[in-house]
């Protein structure tokens, strides 16, 4: 396998507007990425696309774990993990925490269909390895944001997907729960999980993630490996404001300049 994912001239419209411009980008077999850019440059929709929910036009095409060619979005979404703020905030109906990570084996949140006693042991172990098997037999809508959060990783964890999509995972949690959040993704990539990670915040960019993507009114601003696309000059380009970054014990963090 030469690539996870690899997208080539990719125009998407959603609603009738062109949200991605002639997008081009591969992530390779032991990479994980972090795609950075302001609200509204199109970083959700290029997850859809990734994640196959949208269809790029006029020749645009999208290849998925080094098949050449088209693979069945069916086939394809297996392979691949998703946990967003907004797909958690659209859920509200009742099911023990247990439940909402079992259901990772079905196409939706919480269980519609009978599981069984494997996909039951699968589940708590998930939730095990992520340090939340206290909240198996909690109801999904009586935990924190935090914790809610995390059980959805858990989720898409329990299939042992290949790849995982993050799209702004930390949005609503205070510090302390994001670092919770950000010290789980480490050991996601030690189970051989590789991420793509959406964010405006350069404080969540781990030691584990090797390039960055920044994503400018729909089209690639720029990308390469990490440690050559984080300087100031940059990321103050690609956020259209003027902005310092540093580095402290392998984490990264940016203010803006006045």
Not at 211 to 228: A, D, P, S, T, W
């Amino acid at each position: 396998m030469s690539f996870l994912v690899k997208i080539k001239n990719a125009d998407v419209y959603v609603g009738g507007n062109k949200v991605l411009n002639s997008l081009n980008w591969s992530m390779g077999e032991n990479d994980n990425w972090e795609i950075i850019g302001n609200n509204g440059t199109g970083k959700t929709t290029f997850m859809r696309l990734i994640f196959g929910e949208l269809i790029p036009v006029y020749g645009g095409e999208v290849r998925w774990f080094g098949n050449k060619e088209r693979s069945p979005l069916s086939e394809v979404r297996k392979k691949i993990g998703y946990v967003s703020a907004e797909y958690q905030s659209n859920y509200d109906r009742p099911a023990l925490g247990w439940e909402v990570v079992a259901s990772g084996y079905f196409s939706s949140i919480g269980l519609h269909e009978e599981v069984t006693v494997r996909q039951k042991e699968a589940a708590f172990k998930s939730m095990n390895y992520l340090g939340i098997e206290y909240l198996g037999n909690t109801l999904y809508k009586q935990m924190s944001y935090g914790e809610a959060r995390r059980v959805l990783l858990a989720r898409a964890l329990v299939r042992r997907t290949r790849l995982m999509i993050l799209d702004e995972p930390c949005a609503g949690l205070d510090v302390p729960t994001r670092e919770t959040f950000l010290e789980s993704l480490e050991k996601l990539v030690r189970k051989r999980t590789q991420l793509i990670y959406v964010t405006h915040r350069i404080e969540e960019i781990m030691p584990c993630f090797t390039h960055i993507l920044y994503l400018k009114n729909g089209k690639v601003f720029k990308q390469g490996r990490k440690e050559v696309m984080m300087n100031s000059q940059l990321l103050s380009k690609a956020l259209d404001c003027s902005v310092k970054v540093e580095e402290n014990y392998n984490r990264f963090y940016a203010s803006i300049c006045q």
